[in-house]
């Protein structure tokens, strides 16, 4: 249960205002229990026996005789009660390879121990032996096209989606002035949350499963772990522990874990807590989809965007996973925030035998801002116009149509976003300046990207989901927000402890927003998508509403006139709790084709401009970035600190993706498995983060929210590459740039011939 930290005063200042996080205290006081810190009695500890074969068929799984078994439980496939499969978008994955079935990616789960200890636990794994015939891999989105390893459908496509808009693309670019032509490459990235992957089973007398964990979406895991068990799915009960980070890697990974749990709690008639080492974190669960786009841009000479041909190829791993809800996000964005009357998008997910790709904080709108953004850039070079200038011209305003049909008729917050971050950038610095210190020689520049996010699910996703919430009076006449949306560090507690506030009209104090357990709290979708202060919030804010009414209506039929905390006080003591459920409804005026993939992807946009300023160290190729500007349009900042926070943070992730963050593989394994050489940014290499919030009030977001955890991420790495080719002149067209790929680039630049034809292609 969160602590709530009372706020005095008016109650409808809960809203706009940073309070402080009703789980602060517990937090930084080491109350919170994390999953790591759940025992139980008798309970054991989980290890997961991993196949290290990309490919293969199982032929058999052993046990060492000359081992003490004594007190381990082993579990396989055929210890499964229900389905082997680890239920999401597709029934592909299963939760154990079953002998005679194919082991598809080198950390696949095989089999299970469980142990009084985890060093028993490790033990024993380490005599299990694994015999895999082995079969020909597919490690490259290059592999995976050419189809000389079958590992999906006939030609290995997971999934595909198709944009058009416009009569004749090839025409529109064959009469544009110029056509800027490039491929981009974006790298895998770890999520590299604080708490590793971890899950506590349990089986009760009666043969409920209850399961609490490390999780962003416990009703993923309840259907997941329901078909998993075989049970009813009133005897699954799936609890979210306190949870450190997710970014998307709690979003099904958990699923998985907590099916491995699951089996060996059963199996073991022991209650059995399965926590990750952070190498094996690393190794086995899914990342940001790698990328290859090819873009095709047709520009006037007045800088008007006439055309935009687009091919975008994700890797999508193993298994499907989500990797149709990141093509999808990937397709829509690929574009940009542009006018641009001729698109072409073709995208598609591919299978390879590397662990699958899965959801990361902006889930495939990074791997295509990254694209759009060095294009227009790219494109401003060649015509001489200045890239706010260049921006300024093509983007979309109010009125504007998007790529899919979509008429922008309220909250666009690009105009804003630009200007804001232009009037704070000021004049570039010097390109060339040398520490007077060390001498070493530095190259400056300065690289801006300008990009919008849709919030929400895709479409009609939020209508089908049709997410609910719960707020009820209590006994002694507090409230409770009661929601499966999970807090991972991004505040939803506070969040919708203000939003319930506000709308009962009672101080913050009297709201309680317990971590949610889907046997008490409605289903009120994922926590993904930037859905859940825009969507959950804005249901919290209806039923909260209504259960005012309710409360106001029941002092009218009293004849009582109070303020509404006592009101609640007198009206608990009178008729115990009471409740009220609100629905998702889409707003007025959203329509969409899944057919054609047209219409309203997104009923609203966040808008950002994202300015930086790099310095190259000419000797070691190392990238400081100096200055980062960052202005973003969130509707309404209903806590600004959690805002900015959320800003920031996504920020220097992007920074990270573009600059440090990179995962080698051998052989669709993971390599670099540990915090010493899968590195992510540190204090050290953040900037002085400049970061100003726009508001763009969005008319059916609760008093004007709308999404704001992922648009930080998307467009940093492009503003970072354009950066660098305005110090360097050279082109940077993938992330992460490394020091070696720096050196690269920049010795291919000064080979390269450069071309004066009046039409350009440049590649």
Same mark, same amino acid.
């Given at each position: 249960?969160?602590?709530?930290?009372?706020?005095?005063?008016?109650?409808?200042?809960?809203?706009?205002?940073?309070?402080?996080?009703?789980?602060?205290?517990?937090?930084?006081?080491?109350?919170? =229990?994390?999953?790591?810190?759940?025992?139980?009695?008798?309970?054991?500890?989980?290890?997961?026996?991993?196949?290290?074969?990309?490919?293969?068929?199982?032929?058999?799984?052993?046990?060492?005789?000359?081992?003490?078994?004594?007190?381990?439980?082993?579990?396989?496939?055929?210890?499964?009660?229900?389905?082997?499969?680890?239920?999401?978008?597709?029934?592909?994955?299963?939760?154990?390879?079953?002998?005679?079935?194919?082991?598809?990616?080198?950390?696949?789960?095989?089999?299970?121990?469980?142990?009084?200890?985890?060093?028993?636990?490790?033990?024993?794994?380490?005599?299990?032996?694994?015999?895999?015939?082995?079969?020909?891999?597919?490690?490259?989105?290059?592999?995976?096209?050419?189809?000389?390893?079958?590992?999906?459908?006939?030609?290995?496509?997971?999934?595909?989606?198709?944009?058009?808009?416009?009569?004749?693309?090839?025409?529109?670019?064959?009469?544009?002035?110029?056509?800027?032509?490039?491929?981009?490459?974006?790298?895998?990235?770890?999520?590299?949350?604080?708490?590793?992957?971890?899950?506590?089973?349990?089986?009760?007398?009666?043969?409920?499963?209850? =399961?609490?964990?490390?999780?962003?979406?416990?009703?993923?895991?309840?259907?997941?772990?329901?078909?998993?068990?075989?049970?009813?799915?009133?005897?699954?009960?799936?609890?979210?522990?306190?949870?450190?980070?997710?970014?998307?890697? &709690?979003?099904?990974?958990?699923?998985?874990?907590?099916?491995?749990?699951?089996?060996?709690?059963?199996?073991?008639?022991?209650?059995? &807590?399965?926590?990750?080492?952070?190498?094996?974190?690393?190794?086995?669960?899914? &990342?940001?989809?790698?990328?290859?786009?090819?873009?095709?841009?047709?520009?006037?000479?007045?800088?008007?965007?006439?055309?935009?041909?687009?091919?975008?190829?994700?890797?999508?791993?193993?298994?499907?996973?989500?990797?149709?809800?990141?093509?999808?996000?990937?397709?829509?964005?690929?574009?940009?925030?542009?006018?641009?009357?001729?698109?072409?998008?073709?995208?598609?997910?591919?299978?390879?035998?590397?662990?699958?790709?899965?959801?990361?904080?902006?889930?495939?709108?990074?791997?295509?801002?990254?694209?759009?953004?060095?294009?227009?850039?790219?494109?401003?070079?060649?015509?001489?116009?200045?890239?706010?200038?260049?921006?300024?011209?093509?983007?979309?305003?109010?009125?504007?149509?998007?790529?899919?049909?979509?008429?922008?008729?309220?909250?666009?917050?690009?105009?804003?976003?630009?200007?804001?971050?232009?009037?704070?950038?000021?004049?570039?610095?010097?390109?060339?300046?040398?520490?007077?210190?060390?001498?070493?020689?530095?190259?400056?520049?300065?690289?801006?990207?300008?990009?919008?996010?849709?919030?929400?699910?895709?479409?009609?996703?939020?209508?089908?989901?049709?997410?609910?919430?719960?707020?009820?009076?209590?006994?002694?006449?507090?409230?409770?927000?009661?929601?499966?949306?999970?807090?991972?560090?991004?505040?939803?507690?506070?969040?919708?402890?203000?939003?319930?506030?506000?709308?009962?009209?009672?101080?913050?104090?009297?709201?309680?927003?317990?971590?949610?357990?889907?046997?008490?709290?409605?289903?009120?979708?994922?926590?993904?998508?930037?859905?859940?202060?825009?969507?959950?919030?804005?249901?919290?804010?209806?039923?909260?509403?209504?259960?005012?009414?309710?409360?106001?209506?029941?002092?009218?039929?009293?004849?009582?006139?109070?303020?509404?905390?006592?009101?609640?006080?007198?009206?608990?003591?009178?008729?115990?709790?009471?409740?009220?459920?609100?629905?998702?409804?889409?707003?007025?005026?959203?329509?969409?084709?899944?057919?054609?993939?047209?219409?309203?992807?997104?009923?609203?946009?966040?808008?950002?401009?994202?300015?930086?300023?790099?310095?190259?160290?000419?000797?070691?190729?190392?990238?400081?970035?100096?200055?980062?500007?960052?202005?973003?349009?969130?509707?309404?900042?209903?806590?600004?600190?959690?805002?900015?926070?959320?800003?920031?943070?996504?920020?220097?992730?992007?920074?990270?993706?573009?600059?440090?963050?990179?995962?080698?593989?051998?052989?669709?394994?993971?390599?670099?498995?540990?915090?010493?050489?899968?590195?992510?940014?540190?204090?050290?290499?953040?900037?002085?983060?400049?970061?100003?919030?726009?508001?763009?009030?969005?008319?059916?977001?609760?008093?004007?929210? &709308?999404?704001?955890?992922?648009?930080?991420?998307?467009?940093?790495?492009?503003?970072?590459?354009?950066?660098?080719?305005?110090?360097?002149?050279?082109?940077?067209?993938?992330?992460?740039?490394?020091?070696?790929?720096?050196?690269?680039?920049?010795?291919?630049?000064?080979?390269?011939?450069?071309?004066?034809?009046?039409?350009?292609?440049?590649?």
């Amino acid at each position: 249960m969160a602590d709530p930290s009372r706020v005095s005063g008016d109650p409808a200042l809960a809203v706009g205002v940073s309070i402080p996080r009703v789980d602060g205290r517990a937090k930084v006081r080491g109350r919170a =229990l994390y999953v790591d810190d759940l025992t139980a009695e008798g309970m054991l500890h989980g290890q997961t026996v991993r196949s290290r074969v990309p490919h293969g068929v199982l032929r058999a799984i052993r046990q060492d005789p000359d081992f003490d078994w004594s007190g381990i439980t082993v579990a396989t496939a055929a210890d499964i009660p229900g389905e082997n499969v680890v239920a999401l978008i597709e029934d592909d994955q299963p939760a154990l390879v079953p002998i005679g079935g194919r082991v598809r990616h080198p950390d696949e789960a095989v089999a299970l121990v469980a142990a009084p200890t985890r060093a028993r636990a490790r033990e024993a794994a380490d005599h299990i032996e694994l015999d895999i015939e082995p079969l020909p891999a597919s490690f490259t989105i290059e592999e995976s096209l050419a189809g000389e390893v079958v590992l999906y459908g006939d030609d290995n496509v997971m999934r595909r989606f198709d944009v058009q808009k416009g009569q004749d693309v090839e025409r529109a670019l064959a009469e544009a002035d110029f056509v800027i032509d490039g491929t981009y490459r974006t790298g895998p990235q770890e999520q590299m949350y604080i708490e590793p992957q971890g899950v506590m089973a349990a089986w009760d007398d009666q043969g409920a499963c209850r =399961l609490t964990g490390s999780m962003q979406c416990p009703y993923y895991v309840h259907k997941a772990i329901a078909r998993l068990t075989a049970l009813p799915p009133e005897k699954v009960v799936i609890a979210q522990s306190v949870t450190g980070g997710g970014f998307g890697g &709690k979003e099904e990974y958990p699923s998985m874990i907590g099916a491995h749990a699951a089996v060996l709690a059963r199996a073991s008639g022991a209650p059995v &807590k399965l926590v990750y080492d952070r190498d094996e974190d690393i190794g086995a669960t899914t &990342k940001r989809h790698p990328a290859r786009v090819h873009h095709r841009l047709g520009v006037m000479k007045d800088g008007t965007i006439v055309a935009q041909d687009v091919d975008v190829v994700l890797d999508g791993g193993a298994y499907v996973t989500l990797s149709p809800v990141v093509l999808s996000r990937a397709v829509l964005h690929a574009t940009g925030p542009y006018r641009c009357p001729n698109v072409r998008i073709v995208g598609r997910a591919v299978a390879t035998n590397v662990s699958p790709h899965g959801a990361f904080r902006g889930f495939g709108a990074p791997q295509t801002t990254f694209p759009y953004e060095r294009q227009i850039d790219k494109a401003a070079r060649q015509l001489g116009i200045e890239p706010f200038e260049m921006r300024r011209r093509n983007m979309l305003e109010l009125g504007d149509e998007t790529a899919t049909g979509q008429t922008l008729s309220y909250s666009v917050g690009g105009p804003a976003a630009l200007a804001r971050a232009e009037a704070a950038a000021g004049s570039a610095p010097p390109r060339e300046l040398a520490p007077a210190e060390q001498g070493t020689p530095v190259r400056r520049g300065r690289g801006l990207a300008f990009y919008y996010h849709g919030a929400g699910f895709t479409g009609s996703g939020e209508e089908k989901l049709a997410g609910r919430a719960t707020v009820a009076l209590c006994e002694g006449g507090g409230f409770e927000v009661r929601s499966s949306s999970t807090d991972i560090g991004q505040g939803t507690l506070t969040i919708f402890a203000q939003l319930a506030a506000a709308a009962l009209g009672v101080d913050v104090g009297l709201v309680r927003v317990p971590e949610p357990e889907t046997g008490s709290v409605p289903d009120s979708g994922p926590t993904v998508a930037s859905r859940t202060c825009m969507v959950v919030g804005g249901v919290v804010e209806r039923a909260a509403s209504a259960l005012r009414r309710r409360i106001e209506a029941w002092a009218d039929e009293q004849g009582i006139d109070a303020p509404m905390d006592e009101l609640g006080r007198r009206a608990a003591g009178e008729l115990g709790e009471i409740s009220e459920t609100a629905q998702y409804s889409p707003p007025p005026g959203i329509e969409w084709d899944d057919d054609s993939y047209t219409g309203s992807a997104y009923a609203v946009y966040g808008w950002a401009a994202c300015v930086v300023d790099v310095a190259v160290d000419l000797d070691t190729y190392e990238v400081q970035v100096e200055r980062c500007i960052h202005a973003v349009d969130v509707g309404k900042a209903i806590h600004p600190i959690i805002v900015k926070g959320q800003i920031e943070g996504g920020t220097l992730q992007a920074l990270g993706w573009a600059l440090w963050e990179h995962v080698a593989y051998e052989r669709g394994s993971v390599v670099n498995r540990r915090m010493t050489d899968c590195i992510v940014p540190t204090f050290a290499d953040a900037p002085e983060l400049e970061t100003i919030i726009v508001e763009e009030p969005y008319p059916h977001g609760p008093h004007g929210a &709308k999404g704001v955890g992922e648009i930080p991420m998307d467009g940093p790495a492009a503003a970072v590459a354009n950066a660098l080719e305005d110090a360097l002149g050279a082109p940077f067209d993938a992330v992460p740039a490394l020091p070696e790929h720096i050196a690269r680039a920049l010795a291919q630049a000064e080979r390269a011939p450069v071309s004066k034809n009046e039409r350009e292609v440049i590649s």
